[in-house]
């Protein structure tokens, strides 16, 4: 399975995007997929998880209220929407998979990752 991010971009305090991460590949039973972020610096944090089947989702306390993770199943695409933008949400921004279990938070238990997109918050 392929991952490709996308969407990142410059976008002031209060602004809005929305990343994209389209799934290729084989088909091997993608049951979650999730976004994380890390900062310079920084490690790499959870930011939000979707189950592909029924849409479950799962948010990080510090994005809850502000990004919305949706998904095509058609297009075995996930979506992150990301309103009201702070500076620290500045980071590269990955997506992920995984093809069993639902522990969203849990980084080693996704099997599969892309690269990340830059997302940078002007203050």
């Known amino acids: 399975v392929q991952l490709q991010a996308s969407g990142g971009g410059v976008v002031q305090a209060g602004g809005c995007l929305r990343l994209?991460?389209?799934?290729?590949?084989?088909?091997?039973?993608?049951?979650?997929m999730g976004w994380y972020r890390q900062a310079p610096g920084k490690e790499r944090e959870f930011v939000a998880a979707?189950?592909?089947?029924?849409?479950?989702?799962y948010y990080a306390d510090s994005v809850k209220g502000r990004f919305t993770i949706s998904r095509d199943n058609a297009k075995n695409t996930v979506y992150l929407q990301m309103n009201s933008l702070k500076h620290e949400d500045t980071a590269v921004y990955s997506c992920?998979?995984?093809?069993?279990?639902?522990?969203?938070?849990?980084?080693?238990?996704?099997?599969?990752w892309g690269q990340g997109t830059q997302v940078t918050v002007s203050s």
């Open positions: 994209s991460c389209a799934a290729s590949g084989s088909d091997d039973g993608t049951v979650a």
């Open positions: 992920a998979a995984k093809t069993a279990g639902w522990s969203p938070v849990s980084a080693p238990s996704y099997d599969y």
């Open positions: 979707i189950r592909w089947s029924g849409g479950s989702t």
